[in-house]
């Protein structure tokens, strides 16, 4: 599998780009809420990882199209939270 697809069903999947683009979107975020960890809350931090997590199992048990699906609709809502996060930190 590539590295860089870590939240990508297989390529003969139809939704394999939109989660493509999700993931590639996930991993900037991360790297971006990495560079702020120290000016976070413990609280917030816990929360973020318990998301994670959370999007960690529903991969894993994703196998059909429609579980992808289901999957990508909620790494970009994911996706739009730490961005939304990130912001609101930065005025901090």
Do not use: G, W
């Not at 318990?50 to 790494?75: G, N, P, V, W």
Request: aromatic share 12%.
């Amino acid at each position: 599998m590539n590295p860089d697809c870590k939240y990508c069903p297989p390529h003969y999947f139809i939704t394999h780009a939109e989660c493509h683009r999700e993931s590639a979107r996930f991993r900037q975020n991360t790297k971006r809420l990495r560079e702020v960890k120290e000016n976070l809350p413990v609280k917030e931090i816990i929360e973020i990882i318990q998301r994670k997590h959370q999007l960690d199992i529903l991969y894993s048990l994703s196998t059909t199209e429609l579980e992808y699906r289901y999957f990508a609709k909620k790494l970009r809502r994911f996706n739009k939270v730490i961005e939304i996060f990130l912001e609101i930190s930065n005025f901090r």
